[in-house]
Protein backbone atom coordinates (compact mmCIF):
# COMPACT_ATOMS: atom_id res chain seq x y z
CA UNK A 1 0.00 0.00 0.00
CA UNK A 2 1.47 3.46 -0.59
CA UNK A 3 2.27 5.56 2.05
CA UNK A 4 0.32 8.74 1.95
CA UNK A 5 3.05 11.90 3.17
CA UNK A 6 1.58 14.88 4.90
CA UNK A 7 3.19 17.35 2.65
CA UNK A 8 2.72 17.41 -1.75
CA UNK A 9 4.09 19.94 -3.75
CA UNK A 10 1.40 22.20 -5.77
CA UNK A 11 1.52 24.91 -8.20
CA UNK A 12 -0.31 28.27 -7.53
CA UNK A 13 -0.70 31.52 -9.10
CA UNK A 14 0.92 34.44 -7.12
CA UNK A 15 -1.74 37.34 -7.81
CA UNK A 16 -3.18 37.62 -11.68
CA UNK A 17 -1.54 38.02 -14.52
CA UNK A 18 1.16 36.04 -17.43
CA UNK A 19 3.06 32.75 -16.77
CA UNK A 20 5.63 34.37 -14.21
CA UNK A 21 2.99 34.65 -11.85
CA UNK A 22 2.90 30.57 -11.90
CA UNK A 23 4.83 29.27 -8.52
CA UNK A 24 5.72 25.94 -7.02
CA UNK A 25 4.88 25.74 -3.39
CA UNK A 26 4.76 23.16 -0.36
CA UNK A 27 1.05 22.08 0.82
CA UNK A 28 -0.78 19.63 3.10
CA UNK A 29 -2.16 16.59 1.17
CA UNK A 30 -5.98 16.90 0.95
CA UNK A 31 -8.04 14.28 2.55
CA UNK A 32 -11.60 12.70 0.39
CA UNK A 33 -14.31 13.82 1.67
CA UNK A 34 -17.57 11.42 1.00
CA UNK A 35 -17.86 9.95 -2.56
CA UNK A 36 -14.54 11.57 -3.42
CA UNK A 37 -11.28 9.73 -3.90
CA UNK A 38 -7.46 10.48 -3.24
CA UNK A 39 -5.31 10.33 -6.05
CA UNK A 40 -1.89 10.19 -6.27
CA UNK A 41 -1.00 11.82 -9.56
CA UNK A 42 0.96 11.10 -12.06
CA UNK A 43 0.01 14.22 -14.20
CA UNK A 44 -2.11 16.71 -15.18
CA UNK A 45 -3.36 18.04 -18.45
CA UNK A 46 -2.99 21.78 -19.29
CA UNK A 47 -5.92 23.46 -20.88
CA UNK A 48 -6.50 27.17 -21.86
CA UNK A 49 -8.93 27.80 -19.37
CA UNK A 50 -6.43 27.48 -16.87
CA UNK A 51 -4.34 30.71 -18.49
CA UNK A 52 -7.41 32.09 -18.23
CA UNK A 53 -7.68 31.55 -14.09
CA UNK A 54 -4.19 32.55 -14.46
CA UNK A 55 -5.17 36.15 -15.71
CA UNK A 56 -8.29 36.70 -13.00
CA UNK A 57 -10.59 35.89 -15.41
CA UNK A 58 -12.03 32.78 -14.73
CA UNK A 59 -12.08 31.66 -10.66
CA UNK A 60 -13.12 28.51 -9.85
CA UNK A 61 -16.77 27.10 -8.86
CA UNK A 62 -17.69 28.27 -4.91
CA UNK A 63 -15.86 25.76 -2.64
CA UNK A 64 -13.12 24.96 -5.17
CA UNK A 65 -9.37 24.83 -4.23
CA UNK A 66 -7.71 27.92 -5.97
CA UNK A 67 -4.93 25.36 -7.49
CA UNK A 68 -5.37 25.27 -11.26
CA UNK A 69 -5.77 21.76 -13.10
CA UNK A 70 -8.95 20.07 -14.34
CA UNK A 71 -7.93 16.95 -15.53
CA UNK A 72 -6.00 14.56 -13.76
CA UNK A 73 -4.41 10.68 -14.00
CA UNK A 74 -2.75 8.21 -11.34
CA UNK A 75 -3.51 5.67 -8.66
CA UNK A 76 -6.70 5.84 -6.01
CA UNK A 77 -4.56 5.96 -2.79
CA UNK A 78 -7.75 6.75 -0.34
CA UNK A 79 -11.54 6.81 -0.41
CA UNK A 80 -14.34 8.93 1.01
CA UNK A 81 -16.96 7.41 2.71
CA UNK A 82 -19.63 5.50 0.63
CA UNK A 83 -16.88 5.12 -2.36
CA UNK A 84 -18.07 1.47 -3.75
CA UNK A 85 -16.79 2.00 -7.24
CA UNK A 86 -13.20 2.32 -6.93
CA UNK A 87 -10.35 0.52 -4.60
CA UNK A 88 -7.01 1.41 -3.46
CA UNK A 89 -4.44 1.05 -6.39
CA UNK A 90 -6.92 1.27 -9.39
CA UNK A 91 -5.05 3.75 -12.02
CA UNK A 92 -7.65 6.04 -13.39
CA UNK A 93 -8.32 9.45 -14.69
CA UNK A 94 -10.53 12.18 -13.32
CA UNK A 95 -12.20 15.69 -14.37
CA UNK A 96 -12.08 17.59 -11.54
CA UNK A 97 -13.24 21.42 -10.71
CA UNK A 98 -9.45 22.52 -9.76
CA UNK A 99 -6.80 20.88 -8.19
CA UNK A 100 -5.27 19.43 -10.74
CA UNK A 101 -1.91 20.57 -10.17
CA UNK A 102 -0.47 18.97 -7.52
CA UNK A 103 1.00 15.60 -6.43
CA UNK A 104 -2.21 14.56 -5.00
CA UNK A 105 -5.86 15.69 -5.90
CA UNK A 106 -8.83 14.87 -4.73
CA UNK A 107 -11.44 13.87 -7.36
CA UNK A 108 -15.64 12.74 -7.10
CA UNK A 109 -15.81 9.23 -7.37
CA UNK A 110 -17.95 9.76 -10.35
CA UNK A 111 -15.75 11.57 -12.44
CA UNK A 112 -13.13 9.05 -12.18
CA UNK A 113 -12.71 6.19 -15.23
CA UNK A 114 -10.17 3.88 -15.56
CA UNK A 115 -7.12 4.49 -17.62
CA UNK A 116 -7.40 2.97 -20.67
CA UNK A 117 -5.35 -0.22 -21.34
CA UNK A 118 -3.12 1.56 -24.34
CA UNK A 119 -2.93 4.87 -21.99
CA UNK A 120 0.02 5.74 -20.28
CA UNK A 121 -1.05 7.58 -17.29
CA UNK A 122 0.85 10.46 -18.48
CA UNK A 123 -1.48 9.83 -21.71
CA UNK A 124 -4.16 9.54 -19.58
CA UNK A 125 -4.18 12.83 -18.29
CA UNK A 126 -4.76 14.69 -21.57
CA UNK A 127 -7.76 12.50 -21.68
CA UNK A 128 -10.90 14.06 -19.32
CA UNK A 129 -11.06 17.91 -20.08
CA UNK A 130 -11.40 17.46 -23.61
CA UNK A 131 -13.20 14.52 -23.99
CA UNK A 132 -15.94 15.20 -21.62
CA UNK A 133 -16.12 18.87 -23.51
CA UNK A 134 -16.12 17.64 -27.08
CA UNK A 135 -18.79 14.54 -26.41
CA UNK A 136 -21.48 16.81 -24.82
CA UNK A 137 -20.80 19.52 -27.07
CA UNK A 138 -20.74 17.76 -30.58
CA UNK A 139 -22.71 14.55 -29.80
CA UNK A 140 -25.05 16.12 -27.54
CA UNK A 141 -25.61 19.61 -27.80
CA UNK A 142 -24.40 19.50 -31.23
CA UNK A 143 -26.93 16.46 -32.38
CA UNK A 144 -23.94 15.11 -34.37
CA UNK A 145 -24.94 12.28 -37.07
CA UNK A 146 -23.12 9.82 -39.19
CA UNK A 147 -22.96 11.30 -42.84
CA UNK A 148 -22.95 14.99 -41.67
CA UNK A 149 -20.94 17.28 -41.99
CA UNK A 150 -19.01 18.94 -39.19
CA UNK A 151 -16.29 21.58 -38.46
CA UNK A 152 -13.95 22.75 -35.65
CA UNK A 153 -11.94 25.97 -35.56
CA UNK A 154 -8.41 25.12 -33.80
CA UNK A 155 -8.35 21.71 -35.35
CA UNK A 156 -4.79 21.43 -34.38
CA UNK A 157 -5.54 22.22 -30.66
CA UNK A 158 -6.70 19.54 -27.79
CA UNK A 159 -10.43 20.10 -28.16
CA UNK A 160 -9.57 20.33 -31.81
CA UNK A 161 -7.64 17.01 -31.80
CA UNK A 162 -9.99 15.21 -29.68
CA UNK A 163 -12.98 16.53 -32.27
CA UNK A 164 -11.33 15.23 -35.46
CA UNK A 165 -11.24 12.41 -34.45
CA UNK A 166 -14.71 11.70 -32.61
CA UNK A 167 -16.47 13.37 -35.58
CA UNK A 168 -14.53 11.06 -37.53
CA UNK A 169 -15.14 7.91 -35.76
CA UNK A 170 -18.76 8.39 -35.73
CA UNK A 171 -19.49 8.66 -39.55
CA UNK A 172 -19.05 12.49 -39.77
CA UNK A 173 -17.32 14.62 -42.88
CA UNK A 174 -14.97 17.04 -40.81
CA UNK A 175 -13.60 20.05 -41.71
CA UNK A 176 -11.14 21.89 -39.93
CA UNK A 177 -9.47 25.34 -39.52
CA UNK A 178 -5.91 25.62 -38.38
CA UNK A 179 -3.33 28.43 -38.76
CA UNK A 180 -0.53 26.97 -40.80
CA UNK A 181 0.75 24.18 -43.27
CA UNK A 182 2.11 22.03 -41.08
CA UNK A 183 -0.92 22.14 -38.28
CA UNK A 184 -3.35 21.20 -41.43
CA UNK A 185 -1.57 18.22 -42.24
CA UNK A 186 -1.54 17.27 -38.19
CA UNK A 187 -5.49 17.81 -38.75
CA UNK A 188 -5.54 15.30 -41.89
CA UNK A 189 -3.17 12.67 -40.12
CA UNK A 190 -5.95 12.75 -37.99
CA UNK A 191 -9.01 12.12 -39.92
CA UNK A 192 -9.80 15.83 -41.44
CA UNK A 193 -11.72 14.97 -44.74
CA UNK A 194 -10.18 18.94 -45.39
CA UNK A 195 -8.37 21.26 -43.47
CA UNK A 196 -8.36 24.86 -44.14
CA UNK A 197 -5.12 27.42 -43.25
CA UNK A 198 -7.21 30.21 -41.99
CA UNK A 199 -4.40 32.29 -42.51
CA UNK A 200 -3.87 32.19 -46.26
CA UNK A 201 -7.55 31.27 -46.89
CA UNK A 202 -11.00 32.48 -46.27
CA UNK A 203 -12.84 29.46 -44.55
CA UNK A 204 -15.98 30.61 -45.19
CA UNK A 205 -15.12 30.65 -48.75
CA UNK A 206 -13.49 26.96 -48.56
CA UNK A 207 -16.42 25.57 -47.12
CA UNK A 208 -18.64 27.05 -49.50
CA UNK A 209 -16.49 25.49 -52.43
CA UNK A 210 -15.86 22.00 -50.10
CA UNK A 211 -20.49 21.55 -49.38
CA UNK A 212 -21.47 23.12 -53.05
CA UNK A 213 -22.31 26.14 -51.15
CA UNK A 214 -25.14 23.62 -48.73
CA UNK A 215 -23.10 24.46 -45.41
CA UNK A 216 -22.13 22.42 -42.78
CA UNK A 217 -24.14 20.71 -40.41
CA UNK A 218 -22.90 21.40 -36.76
CA UNK A 219 -19.35 23.58 -36.20
CA UNK A 220 -17.97 23.55 -33.11
CA UNK A 221 -16.69 27.30 -32.02
CA UNK A 222 -13.91 28.72 -29.27
CA UNK A 223 -13.05 31.58 -31.40
CA UNK A 224 -16.25 33.66 -31.01
CA UNK A 225 -16.21 37.35 -32.00
CA UNK A 226 -16.18 38.02 -35.68
CA UNK A 227 -16.17 34.32 -36.49
CA UNK A 228 -19.46 34.11 -35.27
CA UNK A 229 -21.19 36.02 -38.46
CA UNK A 230 -18.97 33.67 -40.51
CA UNK A 231 -20.17 30.77 -38.50
CA UNK A 232 -23.80 31.73 -39.22
CA UNK A 233 -23.03 32.14 -42.62
CA UNK A 234 -21.39 28.80 -43.51
CA UNK A 235 -24.63 26.70 -41.76
CA UNK A 236 -26.68 24.83 -43.52
CA UNK A 237 -30.39 24.33 -43.17
CA UNK A 238 -31.14 23.06 -39.48
CA UNK A 239 -27.36 23.53 -38.47
CA UNK A 240 -25.64 23.84 -35.42
CA UNK A 241 -23.76 25.95 -34.05
CA UNK A 242 -22.06 25.01 -30.52
CA UNK A 243 -20.16 28.12 -28.69
CA UNK A 244 -17.59 26.93 -26.21
CA UNK A 245 -14.71 29.87 -25.99
CA UNK A 246 -14.66 33.38 -26.82
CA UNK A 247 -10.66 33.77 -27.31
CA UNK A 248 -11.54 37.09 -29.42
CA UNK A 249 -14.13 38.23 -27.79
CA UNK A 250 -17.97 37.83 -26.94
CA UNK A 251 -19.48 40.65 -29.43
CA UNK A 252 -20.15 39.89 -33.08
CA UNK A 253 -20.68 43.28 -34.99
CA UNK A 254 -23.20 43.69 -37.31
CA UNK A 255 -24.79 40.47 -37.08
CA UNK A 256 -27.39 38.58 -39.57
CA UNK A 257 -29.79 37.11 -37.81
CA UNK A 258 -31.88 36.35 -41.62
CA UNK A 259 -30.36 32.95 -41.85
CA UNK A 260 -30.59 31.85 -38.51
CA UNK A 261 -34.42 32.36 -39.12
CA UNK A 262 -34.95 30.86 -42.52
CA UNK A 263 -32.10 27.78 -42.29
CA UNK A 264 -34.08 27.07 -38.68
CA UNK A 265 -30.11 27.70 -37.14
CA UNK A 266 -29.87 26.48 -33.72
CA UNK A 267 -27.14 28.38 -31.69
CA UNK A 268 -25.94 26.96 -28.75
CA UNK A 269 -23.07 26.92 -26.30
CA UNK A 270 -21.41 25.82 -22.55
CA UNK A 271 -19.49 25.77 -19.78
CA UNK A 272 -17.95 22.32 -18.48
CA UNK A 273 -16.60 23.44 -15.11
CA UNK A 274 -19.42 25.18 -13.66
CA UNK A 275 -21.90 22.25 -13.74
CA UNK A 276 -23.01 20.16 -11.40
CA UNK A 277 -21.64 16.99 -10.32
CA UNK A 278 -24.73 15.32 -11.63
CA UNK A 279 -24.65 16.83 -14.65
CA UNK A 280 -20.60 16.19 -15.06
CA UNK A 281 -21.16 12.37 -14.39
CA UNK A 282 -24.10 11.42 -16.97
CA UNK A 283 -21.51 12.92 -19.56
CA UNK A 284 -18.67 10.28 -17.63
CA UNK A 285 -21.25 7.61 -18.24
CA UNK A 286 -21.85 8.44 -21.88
CA UNK A 287 -18.29 8.27 -22.48
CA UNK A 288 -17.86 4.77 -20.33
CA UNK A 289 -20.13 3.69 -22.90
CA UNK A 290 -19.61 5.50 -26.11
CA UNK A 291 -16.23 6.50 -26.09
CA UNK A 292 -13.78 4.38 -23.88
CA UNK A 293 -14.48 1.38 -25.90
CA UNK A 294 -12.39 2.84 -28.68
CA UNK A 295 -9.96 4.31 -26.06
CA UNK A 296 -9.57 0.72 -25.15
CA UNK A 297 -9.24 -0.91 -28.60
CA UNK A 298 -6.98 2.00 -29.53
CA UNK A 299 -9.27 3.62 -32.26
CA UNK A 300 -8.60 7.10 -30.66
CA UNK A 301 -6.42 8.35 -28.57
CA UNK A 302 -5.12 11.60 -27.15
CA UNK A 303 -1.92 13.29 -28.60
CA UNK A 304 0.43 14.67 -26.52
CA UNK A 305 2.54 17.41 -27.74
CA UNK A 306 4.70 18.04 -25.07
CA UNK A 307 5.38 17.05 -21.00
CA UNK A 308 6.75 19.49 -18.26
CA UNK A 309 7.39 18.62 -14.59
CA UNK A 310 5.47 20.61 -11.85
CA UNK A 311 8.51 23.08 -11.57
CA UNK A 312 8.08 23.99 -15.34
CA UNK A 313 4.11 24.92 -15.20
CA UNK A 314 5.27 28.56 -16.41
CA UNK A 315 6.61 26.66 -19.44
CA UNK A 316 3.50 24.86 -20.14
CA UNK A 317 1.44 27.43 -20.02
CA UNK A 318 3.74 29.77 -22.38
CA UNK A 319 3.60 27.11 -24.73
CA UNK A 320 -0.60 27.22 -24.52
CA UNK A 321 -0.63 30.85 -25.19
CA UNK A 322 1.88 30.30 -28.19
CA UNK A 323 -0.78 28.00 -29.76
CA UNK A 324 2.49 26.30 -30.97
CA UNK A 325 1.15 22.94 -30.22
CA UNK A 326 -0.10 19.90 -32.17
CA UNK A 327 -2.56 18.43 -29.25
CA UNK A 328 -2.11 18.59 -25.76
CA UNK A 329 0.54 19.91 -22.87
CA UNK A 330 1.28 17.76 -19.64
CA UNK A 331 2.31 18.73 -16.59
CA UNK A 332 4.21 15.22 -14.08
CA UNK A 333 4.29 14.66 -11.04
CA UNK A 334 7.70 11.95 -11.03
CA UNK A 335 4.84 9.21 -9.42
CA UNK A 336 3.84 8.10 -12.98
CA UNK A 337 6.58 4.83 -12.48
Not at 74 to 95: F, P, Q, S
Not at 156 to 177: D, M, N, R, Y
Not at 304 to 323: C, G, K, N, Q
Amino acid sequence: MTQIPARMREVYFDGAGGPDVVKLRDAAVPSPGPGKALIEAAAAGVNRPDCVQRAGLYPPPPGESEVPGLEIAGRVVALGEGVTTLKIGDEICALVGSGGYGEYCVADSALCLARPGPLSLIEAAAVPETFFTVYDNVFTRGQLKAGETFLVHGGSSGIGSTAIQLAKHFGAKVVATAGSPEKCRFCESLGADLAIDYRAQDFVEEVKKYTARRGVDVILDMVGGPYIGKNIAILGMDGRLVQIGLQLGPFAEKLNWTPVMTRRLNLTGSTLRPRTLAQKAAIAAHLRAQVWPLLEAGKIRPVVHATFPLEDAARAHALMESSAHLGKIVLTTGKAA
